[in-house]
């Protein structure tokens, strides 16, 4: 059987944002904004842009402004950095709990989707492979 591989990440995160569809509506957020917010809630060890910029693999840029309009919105706030005075620690607000709720339980779904049939090893083992393929190609410079 022919396998169109590369066909086949698009997909999938193309269907993960088609998710967020109503979440964006009506919170008028974008997802960048929405991808910027689940790192920093999920992941709280990292707390500057540059590791949004390094792990997630957002552009400087995308990253940059969805800062900006999160912080407007007071969903984050910043922190000068009192080991690197040039960086903001970025912290999520208590206004972002609601919002950080929905996107999680619309994560959850998705993995629900995703994983349906497969057992916990086999979850293991595609992350593992899945990992092997990224790091063969560069990827996890900064982990």
């Not at 910029?53 to 940059?64: A, D, L, M, P, Q």
Request: aromatic letters at 10%; hydrophobic letters at 35%.
């Amino acid at each position: 059987m022919k396998t169109f591989t590369f066909a086949i990440h698009p997909y999938i995160i193309k269907k993960y944002n088609s998710l967020f569809e109503r979440m964006i509506q009506n919170y008028q957020i974008t997802q960048v904004e929405i991808d910027v917010l689940a790192f920093l809630a999920n992941n709280p060890e990292y707390n500057h842009a540059q590791d949004i910029v390094n792990i997630r693999g957002i552009s400087k840029g995308h990253v940059s402004i969805a800062i900006e309009k999160l912080v407007s919105k007071k969903y984050l706030k910043r922190d000068i950095d009192p080991i690197n005075r040039r960086c903001n620690i970025l912290k999520v607000t208590k206004q972002a709990e609601e919002l950080i709720k929905e996107i999680q339980s619309i994560q959850k779904c998705f993995e629900e989707m995703a994983y349906k049939g497969m057992s916990e090893d086999e979850v293991e083992q595609y992350h593992y492979w899945l990992r092997r393929v990224y790091q063969n190609l560069g990827g996890g410079k900064c982990e």
